[in-house]
């Protein structure tokens, strides 16, 4: 079981940055590769980065490269998603999955692969 409970969200503006963190528990944290997804209203719900266990690979959503970094501390137990120059279509909420299956250096981007999910934390950018 692995239990993760994501922070950081909030209202800021076009521009600003904002950073998540993801805590995670129950089983050890560098035996898993985590992700990061989000749903704007109305929409389906979509990849925005992972992470290997390693940490040493990462993926990331077209639509954020070079504007978001993730990253992981293996003794805090904690994921991160940095978000810089966020923009108005970056409003939505913020979850972070666990894949227990990946392997050290795999990042996965299907999120149908993840096995368990954090209950979000809600971004909303301005104009």
């Known amino acids: 079981q692995v239990q993760l409970v994501e922070s950081g969200g909030g209202l800021v503006q076009a521009g600003d940055s904002l950073r998540l963190s993801c805590a995670a528990s129950?089983?050890?944290?560098?035996?898993?590769?985590m992700g990061w997804f989000r749903q704007a209203p109305g929409k389906e719900r979509e990849f925005v980065a992972s992470?290997?266990?390693?940490?040493?690979?990462?993926a990331y959503a077209d639509s954020v490269k070079g504007r978001f970094t993730i990253s992981r501390d293996n003794v805090k137990n904690t994921a991160y998603l940095q978000m810089n120059s966020l923009k108005p279509e970056d409003t939505g909420k913020y979850f972070c999955?666990?894949?227990?299956?990946?392997?050290?250096?795999?990042?996965?981007?299907?999120?149908?692969?993840?096995?368990?999910w954090g209950q979000g934390t809600q971004v909303t950018v301005s104009s």
């Open positions: 999955a666990a894949d227990l299956t990946a392997g050290y250096y795999y990042t996965e981007v299907r999120q149908q692969q993840y096995d368990y």
């Open positions: 129950g089983r050890t944290f560098s035996t898993y590769s």
């Open positions: 992470i290997s266990r390693s940490g040493g690979n990462t």
